[in-house]
């Protein structure tokens, strides 16, 4: 009879069970049964295939519910491991994870980004061996990547802080290098997945992250899904003109949102006052040292982001935004004063009741969460090879 079932409700069926094992840590095939509403039968038979793919592992564990040691399931700890790539504009990251998302900080990599597209291929191609070495199996890449991206064609389209991407097919270049399975991710979207997984997002439907790095990014969630849009291009609000003559932005145009409230924006003004180059960084510290110059030049940005950050809540009804910012490291209360500004421009009624909350997630913890993600929604040809 199993055999007759049709490949595709398996598939299904395993993601069903990948995703209640993940969200709960650890259950038995019982939990599973009782909170997937499959037989136990066919329970059984799809944690048998998982556990032969190396996917899950078993062990033993008092169970409080029933108080006597029961056989638990979780995904596999460190006899498999998944790689996250973190693409930056200055800083590049490399790491290993395992399949619960746990990034080992031991295995971090860092590198300058470099200036040319053949340049970031190589440094991946030479860091990611010694990484491979650390388990017995790597089941995939997950890349957060800034700019416009094409995720199902893996391709990055026009990236207005990091040029040198631009319309190359990364994905399937990174995978060749890396020699795995890679799976790209905008980096907004990233932080969505940080925050939905790791991070305060894990019982909303209705969320935001806004992303202050180089440019202004923003990441949606409506109705528990992902806002990626006709060609996966939303959520490029950095973009948005709020000043029609303003200064020129990456992308061409000018008086765009991130022109006013960037770190690079931040950091054009920081490094005319210092008369050298300066990182956000070292300029987030300088200001909590009591450099009020610089303090003030943080606070410039405030009023422009509330003007960004009133139309997003207007538009789309948040029950919160996260905040992704170095500025948060200022200390005091930035975030409460963001809010009270936004709160000035925002309709009363879009923004009665929602919170504005500091992002505990990070683009790595994305870039992992989409390698994962990808395993447990298109578990196929992939984990079917040793
Ligand atoms: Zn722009």
């Known amino acids: 009879m199993s055999l007759a079932r049709p490949d595709l409700l398996r598939r299904l069926n395993e993601r069903r069970v990948l995703d209640l094992v993940r969200a709960a840590g650890a259950c038995s095939r019982a939990d599973l049964t009782r909170r997937t509403g499959i037989s136990a039968p066919t329970v059984s038979r799809l944690v048998s295939a998982l556990l032969e793919a190396g ?6 564990a008092v169970e409080a519910r029933i108080g006597r040691p029961s056989k638990q399931l979780r995904l596999v700890g460190d006899r498999a491991q998944v790689l996250g790539l973190t693409l930056g504009v200055h800083e590049t990251r490399l790491f290993a994870a395992g399949l619960d998302g746990a990034i080992d900080s031991k295995s971090l990599h860092t590198f300058s980004t470099p200036a040319t597209y053949e340049g970031i291929l190589n440094e991946l191609g030479s860091a990611v061996r010694p990484l491979k070495r650390r388990a017995r199996r790597t ?21 207005p802080n990091l040029h040198q991407t631009d319309g190359q097919p990364l994905a399937a270049d990174l995978a060749r290098v890396a020699g795995m399975d890679v799976t790209i991710v905008q980096e907004s979207r990233a932080l969505c997945l940080a925050e939905r997984h790791y991070g ?10 806004v992303d202050i790095g180089d440019g202004v990014g923003v990441g949606i969630v409506l109705d528990g899904r992902m806002v990626v849009g006709r060609k996966g291009l939303a959520g490029e609000f950095g973009h948005m003109t709020v ?15 991130e022109t006013r409230c960037s770190n690079r924006a931040v950091l054009e003004r920081a490094e005319q006052l210092y008369g050298r180059p300066i990182t956000i960084t070292e300029a987030v510290q300088q ?18 982001l509330a003007i960004g950050l009133a139309s997003l809540i207007n538009g789309l009804n ?12 200022l200390g005091g209360d930035v975030l409460e004063r963001l809010e009270e500004l936004t709160r000035a421009r925002a309709l009363p009624t879009s923004m009665d009741g929602c919170r504005f909350v500091r992002a505990q997630g990070c683009k790595d913890q994305g870039a992992v969460g989409a390698a994962i993600e990808r395993l447990v929604s298109a578990r196929g040809p992939l984990l079917g090879t040793a």
């Open 55 to 60: 996917v899950l592992e078993e062990f033993d």
């Open 139 to 159: 089941l995939g890449l997950g890349v957060s990547v800034p700019g416009l991206l094409d995720e199902d064609q893996g391709r990055s389209l026009f990236s």
């Open 200 to 209: 305060g997002a894990r019982d909303l439907r209705d969320f935001l992250v």
């Open 243 to 257: 000043e029609p003559n303003g200064p020129r932005c990456g992308c061409g145009n000018r008086g765009c949102l």
């Open 287 to 304: 200001a909590r040292d009591g450099d009020s110059r610089l303090l003030a030049i943080f606070d410039d940005t405030l009023p422009w």
């Open 318 to 329: 948040p029950e919160a935004v996260f905040l992704h910012s170095p500025m948060l490291d």
